[in-house]
């Protein structure tokens, strides 16, 4: 038998002069959704929700026929192309670590006046090519409002996981202030096994080489403390202030009972200890200037990562008293901050055109220090070598912007911007490295109303990502055998971005969407096999890293449906979501040279049903999805990731007063499998004669049931749910 071993924005005045978002009121009569030819967005009411009976923004958000949001992105550096799809009185939160999840979470319900649906550059740069953005519009009445929630989930071993926030909204005159706090207490028990088989050829005997049954507890722990505080006078007189922290923290505890073929099974442990704590303060002030208005931002991140990973092997089997004979032992230490700072102008009309410039700048850091051991047999520690494990990056960016759009006829609006972005970038320690890199990134949108109530929207925009600053740094992972290098020379991937969009009302107040995309990068990032120059020759110290393998290319179709049944059914209340997607992407492999396809989340299709009920004070429904599979492609193994089948979640709302909701909810309804399948090659992909084995991976959570408990509280809360009708 053959043997083998682990390797080792600024504030857009256009949107407030469009639409009017300080003109708050709390007395809207109820009405159904309308168009506004005018101002170029759909609103829908507070009382287009009541059905729902919704207790937060988030919930209201959720329902918004045909939108889906996008929380944005919190590890991109810099403030600009960090942002999501929604904004908050015309106004895009002036945060990064607390998401809009969590920002529309803790907005009360009762405090939402109107949502208005419009195209991106009703609310700035940072949106401009965007063909939908939510504007949450709230109410200036004075008084407080909150939420508190609780909830229970039973795991399918038993245990019950408690979680829990509250959140208090106070307003005098134009004051407001919001206070949060919650747990983000997340347990999950899983289940599943590991099989091994020899495929390498040209026998592919697929003989049994190892097994392994295992039971993963995961804890997820995310406990935060928020407040924020705004004053608003008018569109261009505001201030912000936005404080959070989080002291994270993720636990791992594995059981593994091992079987190598041809020896007596031993019971080995994984665990991992990751400590992950943030902290952030922001604020932006707004004044008039010129005709328009200027806007300062100010953001400082820090955050640390203090994580431990233990593999322990024994000699046995811990019933008949086996001690720890082996395994591996990680530490990494890092310390992550940004500070950034944004000025920005804007003005709705100068000479005919709406106008808007900036300039953002950003500090960002990464110091770390990763250590790796091979525990002996008597317990000692020996260093295990790997490259690049300490080092110091820094980057000093900066990004200068203009945007400048026109209205040309009621139903066709143009809008053009350019971005240069400038960076010094520094790596030192176990790398060296210093580099400056410049880029152009041109936009253009055009958003046209055909007729037939036909909205479309063409974009075309150059972008460059960034790089992830983990990269340039070696960590192994313990609970997959691997390492992964760093890459000192990584450059950032370049990318024209060609997006089309059409979308039509559909039975009353439902939509159906048409999305078209087709992207061209260069400079795009995979993996390549990186090696030690001091040891030629020596296919162990070749590692898989992170690099820059050529151009690739991907094309996409979405279609969103988005459509009340109450007609076609006979049942009231009822409304059914449906998105389908298909895409391709193809690269050269940097190893093999065939083409093949992006390597992480890029299935080939993927879809998702949803069908939800509202009658009185109940409500109920189900989502049902399911993807092809996707596949990471490393230089040493292909990674495979896919669902057994659908995956099911289904839930049951009782609403017993207008204050409370009781929802139950189980998921993993159809007790979905999720299945990992890895071809691992040793020493790796390159060369001549490796050895290959198969590992099948699968696990399952099994059905889990939550009860989750509601409940508002504030007199303008009162005043509001009056009109629910529960």
Not at 391 to 409: D, M, P, S, Y
Not at 501 to 526: C, E, R, W
Request: glycine share 8%.
């Amino acid at each position: 038998m053959k043997t083998y071993r682990a390797r080792t924005s600024l504030f857009a005045l256009a949107a407030v002069m469009a639409t009017p978002a300080f003109a708050q009121a709390s007395g809207d009569a109820p009405a159904p959704a309308t168009t506004s030819s005018s101002s170029r967005t759909t609103v829908y009411p507070a009382s287009f929700f009541a059905q729902y009976a919704p207790r937060n923004a988030l919930d209201i958000a959720r329902q918004v026929p045909g939108f889906q949001i996008d929380f944005g992105d919190q590890s991109i550096r810099g403030f600009s192309g960090a942002a999501g799809n929604v904004v908050i009185n015309g106004q895009r939160p002036s945060s990064k670590s607390e998401n809009l999840n969590d920002i529309l979470q803790k907005i009360p319900a009762s405090r939402v006046v109107r949502v208005e649906v419009g195209p991106g550059d009703l609310y700035g740069a940072d949106y401009s090519t965007r063909n939908q953005v939510l504007n949450v519009i709230l109410s200036a009445e004075g008084g407080i409002d909150g939420n508190i929630t609780g909830s229970l989930r039973r795991l399918y071993t038993g245990a019950v996981n408690p979680d829990g926030s509250v959140s208090a909204l106070i307003r005098r005159g134009a004051s407001t202030i919001n206070l949060s706090a919650g747990f983000n207490n997340n347990v999950n028990h899983e289940e599943g096994t590991d099989t091994i088989r020899d495929i390498t050829p040209p026998l592919v005997t697929g003989d049994l080489l190892e097994h392994r049954r295992k039971f993963n507890s995961y804890h997820d722990f995310n406990p935060y403390i928020s407040a924020s505080w705004a004053l608003e006078r008018a569109a261009d007189k505001s201030i912000h202030v936005n404080a959070r922290w989080s002291p994270g923290q993720f636990d791992l505890y594995q059981r593994n009972r091992v079987t190598v073929t041809g020896e007596d099974p031993r019971d080995d442990n994984l665990i991992q200890d990751y400590d992950q704590g943030s902290f952030e303060l922001g604020g932006d002030i707004t004044r008039p200037l010129a005709g328009g208005a200027i806007k300062l931002l100010g953001l400082a991140t820090r955050r640390n990562v203090d994580n431990f990973d233990s593999y322990i092997l024994r000699n046995g089997l811990v019933e008949d008293g086996a001690v720890r004979v082996g395994g591996f032992e990680q530490t990494q230490v890092a310390d992550r901050n940004e500070t950034i700072g944004r000025l920005t102008w804007s003005r709705q009309n100068l000479a005919g055109f709406s106008f808007e410039t900036g300039f953002e700048a950003a500090l960002n850091t990464l110091d770390n220090t990763t250590e790796l051991f091979d525990v002996e047999e008597d317990g000692t520690l020996t260093p295990h070598p790997l490259p690049v494990t300490s080092a110091t990056v820094k980057e000093k960016r900066g990004e200068a912007f203009v945007n400048i759009g026109k209205q040309l006829n009621p139903n066709l609006r143009v809008d053009g911007g350019v971005r240069y972005e400038f960076s010094h970038l520094t790596v030192n320690g176990d790398a060296e490295a210093d580099r400056r890199l410049q880029f152009w990134k041109p936009s253009l949108t055009i958003d046209w109303k055909p007729g037939g109530k036909w909205h479309t929207q063409f974009s075309v925009k150059r972008t460059v990502a960034q790089l992830n600053f983990f990269d340039f740094v070696t960590a192994a992972e313990l609970s997959t055998d691997r390492v992964n290098a760093g890459n000192a020379n990584l450059e950032p991937q370049r990318t024209w971005e060609f997006r089309a969009t059409a979308d039509h009302p559909l039975l009353g107040d439902g939509q159906v969407k048409i999305d078209l995309g087709y992207d061209n990068i260069s400079m795009f990032q995979d993996r390549v096999l990186i090696c030690d120059p001091d040891h030629p020759g020596d296919a162990s110290f070749c590692f898989d890293a992170p690099g820059n393998i050529g151009t690739g290319k991907r094309a996409f179709a979405a279609l969103t449906v988005d459509a009340p049944l109450d007609k076609l059914i006979g049942l009231s209340g009822t409304r059914l979501k449906v998105f389908a997607q298909v895409q391709k992407t193809r690269v050269e492999d940097p190893i093999s040279g065939d083409k093949r396809n992006f390597s992480d989340f890029y299935p080939e299709w993927q879809w998702s049903v949803s069908i939800r009920r509202d009658k009185g004070s109940w409500s109920y429904g189900f989502d049902l999805s399911d993807r092809d599979r996707f596949t990471f492609y490393r230089t040493d193994e292909f990674d495979t990731n896919f669902n057994t089948q659908p995956y099911a979640s289904a839930f049951v709302e009782y609403r017993p007063d207008k204050r409370t909701s009781i929802t139950f909810d189980i998921d993993n309804a159809i007790n979905t499998h999720g299945a990992r399948d890895r071809q691992i090659y040793f020493p790796n992909r390159a060369d001549s004669n490796p050895f290959i084995v198969d590992e099948f991976r699968e696990r399952n959570r099994h059905l889990n049931l939550g009860l989750t408990i509601k409940r508002t509280f504030g007199g303008a809360g009162a005043q509001a749910s009056a009109g629910q009708g529960n």
